[in-house]
């Protein structure tokens, strides 16, 4: 199974920026649609955005227009670029297969706060 490890975290301003990258152990290419994922305190994990093999996105409407999610398959990296943060996005960031019933075992993920 492929191992991920989230980095890119930290502590921002309101309307700050951060690019969150997600480095697989191994091959990410046999997943079709890979993931970020994020967790709030006390809430369950929702998908932020994902992306093809292929390059193809979709976005959460609370993130589209100014989270921007990538992939090297070569690299076996995925990105999350994030701009305009808002407060009500701080959660832990995770990657992961976006398709149902494919999920490889979760990282430890990145922590993002996002201060008023």
């Known amino acids: 199974q492929v191992q991920f490890v989230e980095s890119g975290g930290g502590l921002v301003q309101f309307g700050g920026s951060l690019r969150l990258s997600c480095a697989a152990s191994?091959?990410?290419?046999?997943?079709?649609?890979m993931g970020w994922y994020r967790q709030a305190p006390g809430n369950g994990r929702e998908l932020v955005a994902s992306?093809?093999?292929?390059?193809?996105?979709n976005y959460a409407d609370s993130v589209k227009g100014r989270f921007t999610i990538s992939r090297d398959n070569a690299k076996n990296t995925e990105y999350l670029q994030m701009n305009s943060l808002k407060p009500g996005e701080t959660a832990v960031y995770y990657c992961?297969?976006?398709?149902?019933?494919?999920?490889?075992?979760w990282g430890q993920g990145t922590q993002v706060t996002v201060s008023s």
């Open positions: 992961n297969s976006a398709q149902p019933g494919v999920l490889a075992p």
């Open positions: 992306v093809t093999r292929g390059g193809s996105t």
């Open positions: 191994g091959s990410i290419s046999g997943i079709f649609r």
